[in-house]
T-cell receptor, first 114, second 112 residues
Framework: AQSVTQLDSHVSVSEGTPVLLRCNYSSSYSPSLFWYVQHPNKGLQLLLKYTSAATLVKGINGFEAEFKKSETSFHLTKPSAHMSDAAEYFCVVSDPGSARQLTFGSGTQLTVLP | DTAVSQTPKYLVTQMGNDKSIKCEQNLGHDTMYWYKQDSKKFLKIMFSYNNKELIINETVPNRFSPKSPDKAHLNLHINSLELGDSAVYFC???????????FGQGTRLTVV
């Protein structure tokens, strides 16, 4: 069985300061992990993915995530927040035993203050 | 070209009606999904089809029936709509789930 826990439902940062969105996962296998972003009234866009290659993954718009197996974490970071980063972020897990199913976390709403 | 397109984008209908949402992908993927996003933004898988065959059927009312005429299409038909069916429905496709999925723009269904 696989599951994802996003530790913060809301995160608020000032423009130009670092962003940290936390995600812990549970999987019976070696999972694939993803971060998706959803802007208001929009669809879901893939930010980045981890698929058992490098543990530090770079994505679009300056976002990064680090896979830490010992901590079962896959936190999303960005050095400097921009107003356009304000959105809902979802951490997602998929493992080989899940019949191609993507399991979503509950989401983290990121607010960027001017 | 839109990779995963779903229609309509908005759907307002009365309780008891039957409605369909269409989804098409032009990525050549072999797996397609329907997800439901509730008012709290939580996304839950409803169905998954691989090469036109149903491989995931989560606990959803049997009023919901997916239909996959070919690998590029996965439509969702809903009978006897209820107020609780109001949500945003997302179609998605992937070649392998380990590579992630591409999502459509969503269909906001409102049942009145």
């Amino acid at each position: 069985a696989q599951s994802v826990t996003q530790l913060d439902s809301h995160v608020s940062v000032s423009e130009g300061t670092p962003v940290l969105l936390r995600c812990n996962y549970s999987s019976s296998y070696s999972p694939s992990l993803f971060w998706y972003v959803q802007h208001p009234n929009k669809g879901l866009q893939l930010l980045l993915k981890y698929t058992s290659a490098a543990t530090l993954v770079k994505g679009i718009n300056g976002f990064e995530a680090e896979f830490k197996k010992s901590e079962t974490s896959f936190h999303l970071t960005k050095p400097s927040a921009h107003m356009s980063d304000a959105a809902e972020y979802f951490c997602v897990v998929s493992d080989p035993g899940s019949a191609r199913q993507l399991t979503f976390g509950s989401g983290t709403q990121l607010t960027v203050l001017p | 070209d839109t990779a995963v397109s779903q229609t309509p984008k908005y759907l307002v209908t009365q309780m008891g009606n039957d409605k369909s949402i269409k989804c098409e992908q032009n990525l050549g993927h072999d797996t397609m999904y329907w997800y439901k996003q509730d008012s709290k933004k939580f996304l839950k898988i409803m169905f998954s089809y691989n090469n036109k065959e149903l491989i995931i059927n989560e606990t959803v009312p049997n009023r919901f029936s997916p239909k996959s005429p070919d690998k590029a299409h996965l439509n969702l038909h809903i009978n006897s709509l209820e107020l609780g069916d109001s949500a945003v429905y997302f179609c998605a496709s992937s070649q392998m789930s380990s590579r992630g999925a591409f999502f459509g723009q969503g269909t906001r269904l409102t049942v009145v």
